[in-house]
């Protein structure tokens, strides 16, 4: 009998400690693959997704168009086929609010609105922003109010705009950096910038602030990562295209995993051109080289 | 003073004599025999009596010391030597490498001092291994080879690398230089000379890089220009791209950026900017610089580095990789990244010059050389319907950790992969 105990004893903590311990680790269980659109045309390169309240808007580059799924929950249906003349080669998008979409061309390193529907608004024109007068938009994002983050390769800056390109504020890039290829910004309006070749993520506290480290010495497990998403808790996914990976960081920064692989299989991704996060934490990969886009789960 | 002097020189003595004594003390402790910390060892490594009779001998084999560097019963190193060849000779010898070190000799990095000098007797000072440039080209042998072909040398080159260079660490410049390049150059090219202004058109270079322009080392080009010069300075038509020399700023180019460079060629520019994809250092904020040399450059395209470099520099797992293969791919090897990809912009991904893998992998081999595995665009890959079947299916052109650039490391793990039903 007490030897029962004893044993109960020392097994006790063990119990105690593993829900805390599933906790912490997280999993990307796939859910499901999207090949083609309603028409059963396929999908060919896709570089860009963004994820809407009620719908996803993929950008198929290959095909040059764009495909819209609903989204119900986890589930996409549909997939109707958008061909804008003004996007001929869409590479990456994001939602706005209302399920509006910024979406950048390739080929004329132009940032169109779309509406809801898909139908272009028109090019978001920049006004009165500081010199150098030319913009090249490598990626953007949106705040909570719609204000537009844009991450300009020329001018070695993240311009933020109103929703109709109106200037309202730049934030330098750091001196030391490679080639910042996304921005990101969290919920407390930090703005963060990832730096593909020198592996690192740096972070403005605000729009008046300037960029500093936040993540660095990523080297190890960072080949050369080209988007990012930030969920609710502040957790930042890196998408790695040149190891066909995730890499998750905590809110402070640290290297928490790296998830998924290089593959041609479900489940595996190859050469992946961007991510979104459903609110309801369904990572939508455009899986570029795989021709097609991936949901995971994060659990 | 002088009582302050003869204590001082007392004490020098006293140490010395205590010092000495402790030798002796030691010696006599371990019961050695007379000159066993180093004569004794030359009755039967007699072949370094001809070592000591060279001009220069090393401290401790002078002083008959071997046991200096050397122990002489056991040890963990080569040589029976007292500690690591990299730390051995630090006991003695301050650091080489000062903590402000702008650039550093890679085999003093490494702790390779042998590699220069001889750890016993040289003919040379400094122990070295040999005189002056030929040591130096013992390694720097592509240099070497060079100079004895071109036309033109540079003259201390002839005598001797360090009139420029530092043998161990520079704390003021690149490559081992003394000095700042300008300022090295300007030591003896004085830039207030007529001939001098004359020469660069009037220009102030005085401050400028010397080396974007001229090869220090030799050349084949007059002046010492460097192999592959840009035709508007070939010209000496500076004001081509530069405001005149009269003005108040004369180095200023007429216009920004990649606007420049279009106004020559105009024909690449719009070829490069039709297509889809763009080289994103294109259209980044150095532009054409990023990559290219405005003056002139020992590579062709006026590259500001051997392609392999150059391209390296920003993708350096996709060169990593490659020093990782088994299997090597040839033009990566030899930094023909452009026989594959087209630097500018393309229409196809990862800017190859042909859309499909297996057009631009048989521009080199040939297929019939290859199984009769069926490819192209009709033929669909099993474990992804959106995928034809191409080389890339199971080769990875950059390599990986197994032969023949496959995915896996044997042909079967390979097969079964689309084959399923052939696994065991």
């Given at each position: 009998?007490?030897?029962t105990i004893r044993?109960?004893?020392c097994i006790?903590p063990?119990?105690?400690?593993?829900?805390?311990y599933?906790a912490d680790v997280v999993?990307f269980?796939?859910?499901?693959?999207?090949?083609?659109?309603a028409?059963?045309?396929?999908l060919?390169?896709p570089?860009?997704?963004?994820c809407?309240k009620?719908?996803?808007?993929?950008?198929?580059?290959?095909?040059?168009?764009?495909?819209?799924y609903?989204r119900?929950?986890d589930?996409?249906?549909?997939?109707v086929?958008?061909?804008l003349?003004?996007?001929?080669?869409?590479i990456?998008?994001?939602?706005?609010?209302m399920?509006?979409?910024?979406?950048l061309?390739?080929k004329s390193r132009k940032?169109?609105?779309?509406?809801?529907d898909?139908?272009?608004?028109?090019y978001?024109e920049y006004k009165?922003?500081?010199?150098?007068?030319?913009?090249?938009?490598?990626?953007m994002?949106v705040?909570?109010?719609?204000?537009?983050?844009i991450?300009?390769a020329l001018?070695?800056?993240?311009?933020?705009?109103?929703?109709?390109?109106?200037?309202?504020?730049q934030?330098?890039?750091p001196?030391?950096?490679?080639?910042?290829?996304?921005?990101?910004?969290?919920?407390?309006?930090?703005?963060?910038i990832l730096?593909?070749l020198?592996?690192?993520?740096?972070?403005?506290?605000?729009?008046s602030?300037?960029?500093?480290?936040?993540?660095?010495?990523?080297?190890e497990?960072l080949?050369?990562a080209?988007s990012m998403e930030?969920d609710p808790?502040g957790?930042?996914?890196l998408l790695?295209?040149?190891?066909?990976?995730?890499?998750l960081l905590g809110p402070?920064?640290?290297f928490q995993?790296?998830y998924?692989?290089?593959?041609?299989?479900?489940?595996?991704?190859?050469?992946?051109?961007q991510?979104?996060?459903?609110?309801?934490?369904t990572l939508?990969?455009?899986d570029r080289?795989?021709?097609?886009?991936q949901?995971f789960k994060?659990? | 003073?002088?009582?302050?002097?003869?204590?001082?020189?007392?004490?020098?003595?006293?140490?010395?004599?205590?010092l000495?004594s402790?030798?002796?003390?030691?010696?006599q402790?371990?019961?050695?025999k007379?000159g066993?910390?180093?004569?004794l060892?030359m009755?039967c490594h007699?072949?370094?009596?001809e070592?000591?009779?060279r001009k220069?001998?090393h401290?401790?084999l002078?002083?008959n010391?071997?046991?200096?560097?050397?122990n002489a019963?056991t040890?963990n190193?080569?040589?029976m030597?007292?500690a690591?060849?990299k730390s051995?000779?630090?006991?003695c010898h301050?650091?080489?490498?000062?903590a402000t070190?702008?650039?550093?000799h890679?085999?003093?990095?490494e702790?390779?001092?042998?590699k220069?000098?001889d750890?016993h007797?040289?003919?040379?000072?400094d122990?070295l291994?040999m005189?002056g440039?030929?040591?130096?080209f013992s390694?720097?042998k592509?240099?070497?080879e060079?100079?004895?072909k071109v036309?033109?040398?540079?003259?201390?080159?002839e005598?001797?690398?360090?009139?420029c260079?530092?043998?161990h660490?520079?704390?003021?410049?690149?490559?081992l230089?003394k000095?700042?390049?300008?300022?090295?150059?300007?030591?003896?090219?004085?830039?207030?000379?007529?001939i001098?202004?004359k020469?660069h058109?009037g220009?102030?270079?005085a401050?400028?890089r010397c080396?974007g322009?001229?090869?220090?080392?030799?050349?084949?080009?007059t002046g010492?220009?460097?192999?592959?010069?840009?035709?508007?300075?070939a010209?000496r038509?500076?004001?081509q791209?530069?405001e005149e020399?009269?003005?108040?700023?004369p180095?200023?180019?007429?216009?920004?950026?990649m606007?420049?460079?279009?106004?020559c060629h105009?024909?690449?520019y719009?070829?490069?900017?039709e297509?889809?994809?763009?080289h994103?250092?294109v259209v980044?904020k150095?532009?054409?610089l990023?990559?290219?040399?405005?003056?002139a450059?020992?590579d062709k395209g006026?590259?500001?580095?051997?392609m392999?470099?150059l391209?390296?520099?920003?993708?350096?797992?996709t060169?990593?990789r490659?020093?990782q293969?088994?299997?090597?791919?040839?033009?990566?090897?030899?930094?023909?990244c452009?026989?594959?990809?087209?630097?500018h912009?393309?229409n196809?991904?990862f800017?190859?010059?042909?859309?499909?893998?297996?057009?631009?992998?048989?521009?080199?081999?040939?297929?019939s050389q290859?199984?009769?595995?069926?490819?192209?665009?009709?033929?669909?890959?099993?474990?992804?319907k959106?995928l034809?079947?191409?080389?890339?299916?199971?080769?990875?052109?950059?390599?990986t950790a197994f032969?023949?650039?496959?995915?896996?490391?044997t042909?079967?793990?390979m097969?079964?992969?689309?084959?399923?039903?052939?696994?065991?």
């Amino acid at each position: 009998m007490t030897r029962t105990i004893r044993t109960l004893i020392c097994i006790l903590p063990i119990f105690c400690a593993l829900p805390a311990y599933c906790a912490d680790v997280v999993k990307f269980k796939p859910l499901a693959e999207i090949y083609q659109d309603a028409n059963k045309i396929t999908l060919k390169t896709p570089e860009g997704v963004a994820c809407g309240k009620n719908s996803i808007l993929v950008a198929d580059t290959g095909n040059g168009r764009f495909v819209r799924y609903d989204r119900a929950g986890d589930e996409l249906k549909n997939g109707v086929e958008i061909k804008l003349e003004q996007v001929p080669y869409p590479i990456r998008l994001k939602a706005a609010a209302m399920d509006r979409v910024l979406a950048l061309d390739g080929k004329s390193r132009k940032i169109a609105r779309l509406a809801a529907d898909g139908s272009f608004v028109g090019y978001l024109e920049y006004k009165n922003v500081p010199l150098p007068a030319d913009i090249v938009p490598r990626s953007m994002t949106v705040n909570a109010k719609d204000d537009v983050y844009i991450v300009d390769a020329l001018g070695e800056r993240v311009i933020v705009t109103d929703q109709t390109g109106a200037f309202l504020r730049q934030i330098p890039f750091p001196k030391e950096n490679g080639f910042i290829s996304d921005v990101a910004v969290d919920p407390r309006g930090g703005v963060y910038i990832l730096d593909s070749l020198k592996g690192r993520v740096y972070k403005a506290a605000s729009d008046s602030a300037p960029f500093q480290p936040f993540a660095s010495g990523l080297q190890e497990n960072l080949y050369l990562a080209v988007s990012m998403e930030i969920d609710p808790q502040g957790r930042i996914y890196l998408l790695d295209q040149n190891d066909s990976a995730v890499i998750l960081l905590g809110p402070d920064g640290s290297f928490q995993g790296h998830y998924l692989s290089y593959g041609w299989k479900a489940g595996q991704i190859n050469y992946p051109g961007q991510a979104c996060l459903t609110e309801n934490n369904t990572l939508i990969i455009a899986d570029r080289n795989n021709s097609r886009v991936q949901l995971f789960k994060v659990q | 003073m002088k009582i302050r002097s003869i204590t001082l020189l007392s004490a020098v003595i006293l140490l010395t004599l205590g010092l000495q004594s402790l030798f002796a003390a030691t010696d006599q402790q371990f019961k050695l025999k007379p000159g066993a910390r180093g004569n004794l060892c030359m009755k039967c490594h007699n072949t370094f009596q001809e070592k000591v009779a060279r001009k220069f001998v090393h401290t401790p084999l002078k002083k008959n010391d071997c046991t200096g560097c050397h122990n002489a019963h056991t040890s963990n190193h080569g040589k029976m030597l007292s500690a690591e060849v990299k730390s051995v000779c630090s006991v003695c010898h301050p650091p080489m490498i000062s903590a402000t070190a702008k650039s550093v000799h890679k085999v003093v990095a490494e702790g390779n001092c042998m590699k220069c000098h001889d750890p016993h007797a040289a003919a040379n000072k400094d122990n070295l291994l040999m005189e002056g440039k030929l040591l130096c080209f013992s390694c720097h042998k592509a240099l070497g080879e060079k100079l004895a072909k071109v036309r033109f040398r540079h003259s201390p080159v002839e005598k001797d690398c360090l009139i420029c260079h530092q043998p161990h660490s520079s704390d003021k410049g690149p490559f081992l230089l003394k000095d700042d390049i300008a300022q090295l150059c300007g030591g003896c090219h004085k830039t207030d000379k007529p001939i001098f202004i004359k020469k660069h058109m009037g220009y102030p270079v005085a401050g400028s890089r010397c080396t974007g322009c001229h090869d220090p080392h030799g050349s084949d080009n007059t002046g010492l220009l460097l192999k592959n010069v840009h035709s508007p300075v070939a010209k000496r038509m500076c004001n081509q791209c530069h405001e005149e020399a009269t003005s108040p700023t004369p180095l200023k180019t007429k216009k920004e950026g990649m606007t420049l460079c279009r106004g020559c060629h105009n024909e690449m520019y719009n070829k490069t900017f039709e297509k889809s994809r763009m080289h994103w250092p294109v259209v980044s904020k150095n532009g054409c610089l990023g990559c290219h040399n405005p003056h002139a450059s020992q590579d062709k395209g006026l590259l500001r580095e051997p392609m392999k470099q150059l391209c390296g520099k920003c993708h350096i797992d996709t060169m990593k990789r490659q020093t990782q293969n088994i299997s090597k791919h040839e033009p990566i090897v030899d930094g023909r990244c452009t026989e594959c990809h087209d630097p500018h912009s393309s229409n196809n991904m990862f800017l190859t010059r042909k859309a499909a893998d297996f057009d631009l992998c048989t521009s080199c081999h040939d297929w019939s050389q290859h199984s009769t595995h069926p490819i192209g665009e009709k033929i669909r890959d099993p474990r992804n319907k959106n995928l034809s079947v191409g080389c890339g299916s199971c080769h990875r052109a950059h390599g990986t950790a197994f032969k023949k650039l496959l995915y896996y490391p044997t042909t079967t793990e390979m097969c079964i992969q689309c084959h399923e039903q052939l696994k065991r």
